[in-house]
């Protein structure tokens, strides 16, 4: 903590003397517990004092959950769990982290991951070091997984908006009396599933934020279950003639690699444009005689596997059902794995089918995936165009790594292009209230090859957060959308090293439709990007 309160400027120590908590803070917090009793449906199960520095055990995690066991917590804050009933059969459990130092009255929501079901207590760590009194929730139900849903459409219809909605109404009135002073201004930020979170707010209830920050987001939920159902389809499982092991995969990964890196100029690991890369697998296939083991080739059915796994998924009347995978990002992905897909697996299990013994390879299907999107329980597709949100005057900032091997980065592109023609509104329009960032190098939601760190959900923990300036990336640049008026044209990317938290890179990624452009010199400093 010392060291980096020595890297901070005098300026933010100035601030931070000043926002000493007082005893009446601190005693005001802990009898919220008693004093706060908004209505029926809501609980106060807890609420303390936190002095920065604690380290807080997550009373909920659950082992499905990847957020660890204990968060040690960077700001003096008030925590506050409510639980909040959302039907006779449902409800959500929430925490409130509301810090001394509140800057400018700002309220943030973060959203969930997956089938989520856990808090976010990482984000909220340093989201509340920000100086926003933040609000996560674990969307309805206890851990990464369906089960819970299994007979209880009440969790069902949590998972698809009214969590998110719940929690976001009960956190603002939370907030707003523990302060005894109104919100200014409220923000939203997610990514995966938390970015269709975000895409559900902007589309049907907008008013709830004034900026909207929505990550790689798994919306078109439906068809995105179905192409991962497709991917097992297709590749198959150990022992089939089309299955590659993960060591093969690999190599198609460096294949790809050699083939596309290229195209933009500059041969730097990452792939700045991957929806022009075409991958081509038979490049890899043995020739008479050879085989893997002799000479790490695939044979034609492998290859025959592969072209068509990069292939758009297809409908049976030729509609898309869903975009093509990502090439360049085959290997930070489990779709490749050998199992039915896990996520679509309980969803079908225990969303629609409400039956634990339902069997993937006996059922699924193009029809099936069809079916499914029909069926589409509580509109959890999530693919209605943002003409509620245009009327607020809201913002919504997407943007979606383009190394992404769990949700292909071209859905976004997709969700773009599919609200311009159903809205009838140019690029230039929809950038008065929505701008879509593609990250070349970013894996899904953190990590990758590329400047992936862009102060989003899910980086923050994953470095020394705290070292690194928060100016440019996508949570700061909305705010400054929101509050000055200036709207993002581009942002600041860097590519930081995971185990040493060292900056190796940064960039500026460019606003879509613009592209990341390499204009000569050093591949590693931005100067030698444009956006064009
Ligand atoms: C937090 O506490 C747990 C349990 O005592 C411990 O295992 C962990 O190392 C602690 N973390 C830090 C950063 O002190
Ligand atoms: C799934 O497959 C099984 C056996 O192949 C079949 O009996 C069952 O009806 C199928 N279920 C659905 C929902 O299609
Ligand atoms: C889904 O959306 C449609 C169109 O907005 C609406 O009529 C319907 O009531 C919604 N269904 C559910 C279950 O929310």
């Not at 990482?122 to 997984?145: E, I, K, Q, S, Y």
């Not at 993937?360 to 999530?382: C, G, H, K, P, W």
């Not at 592109?413 to 701008?435: A, C, G, I, K």
């Not at 949570?475 to 900056?503: F, H, Q």
Request: one cysteine or more.
């Amino acid at each position: 903590m010392k060291s980096v309160i020595l890297t901070w400027t005098a300026s933010v120590l100035f601030s931070l003397a000043a926002a000493a908590p007082s005893a009446g803070f601190e005693q005001q917090c802990a009898r919220l517990a008693q004093s706060y009793s908004p209505d029926a449906q809501t609980k106060v199960l807890l609420s303390e004092f936190v002095p920065a520095g604690t380290n807080l055990t997550n009373p909920d995690n659950h082992p499905s959950c990847q957020t660890k066991p204990f968060t040690v917590t960077l700001a003096d804050m008030c925590r506050l769990r409510l639980k909040v009933a959302t039907s006779d059969t449902s409800g959500l459990e929430m925490e409130a982290w509301m810090p001394v130092d509140w800057k400018e009255n700002r309220y943030l929501v973060l959203g969930n991951g997956g089938l989520g079901g856990c808090i976010a207590y990482p984000d909220m760590t340093f989201t509340t070091w920000l100086g926003f009194a933040t609000v996560a929730h674990n969307n309805g139900h206890l851990g990464d997984t369906a089960k819970p849903m299994l007979n209880n459409p009440g969790v069902v219809e949590d998972y698809a908006y009214r969590a998110i909605k719940t929690a976001t109404k009960s956190g603002k009135k939370a907030v707003s009396h523990f302060y005894k002073s109104p919100l200014k201004k409220s923000y939203y930020m997610g990514c995966s599933s938390g970015g269709r979170q975000g895409l559900k707010a902007a589309q049907d209830f907008p008013e709830e934020f004034d900026g909207i920050v929505a990550g790689a987001p798994a919306n078109d939920f439906n068809n995105l279950f179905s192409i991962t159902g497709n991917y097992h389809k297709i590749m198959g499982k150990p022992g089939d003639a089309t299955y590659l092991s993960q060591e093969q995969w690999t190599a198609i990964r460096d294949l790809i690699i050699k083939q596309c890196d290229g195209l933009d100029g500059v041969v730097d690991g990452v792939i700045e444009e991957p929806r022009i890369c075409n991958p081509r697998p038979e490049a890899m296939m043995c020739a008479a005689g050879q085989t893997w083991k002799s000479h790490k080739c695939i044979t034609a059915t492998q290859a025959s596997a592969v072209r068509k796994f990069f292939e758009p998924f297809y409908g049976s009347d030729g509609n898309l059902i869903y975009p093509r995978f990502d090439p360049g990002a085959e290997v930070t992905t489990d779709v490749t794995g050998g199992e039915s897909p896990q996520f679509a697996t309980e969803w079908y299990k225990y969303a629609v089918f409400n039956d634990p013994n339902w069997d993937f390879d006996s059922n699924f299907s193009v029809a099936f995936a069809e079916e499914m999107n029909r069926i589409d329980l509580y509109n959890v597709s999530t693919w209605k165009d943002l003409t509620a949100l245009k009327k607020t005057g809201h913002k919504l900032l997407t943007y979606h790594g383009l190394q992404d091997g769990l949700i292909s980065s071209e859905n976004s592109y997709r969700y773009y292009e599919h609200v311009s023609r159903s809205m009838s509104l140019t690029s230039s329009e929809l950038d008065e209230f929505y701008r879509y960032f593609p990250i070349p190098g970013q894996s899904h939601c953190h990590s990758g090859d590329g400047n992936w760190f862009i102060g989003a959900t899910s980086q923050f923990a994953r470095t020394k957060a705290t070292e690194i300036p928060t100016e440019g990336g996508v949570l700061m640049s909305m705010v400054k959308w929101v509050e000055e008026g200036v709207a993002p044209e581009r942002i600041l990317g860097r590519n930081i090293d995971l185990a040493t938290s060292v900056e190796k890179s940064s960039k500026e990624h460019c606003k879509w439709p613009l592209k990341n452009v390499y204009l000569g010199g050093d591949a590693n400093v931005k100067e030698s990007w444009g956006c064009q």
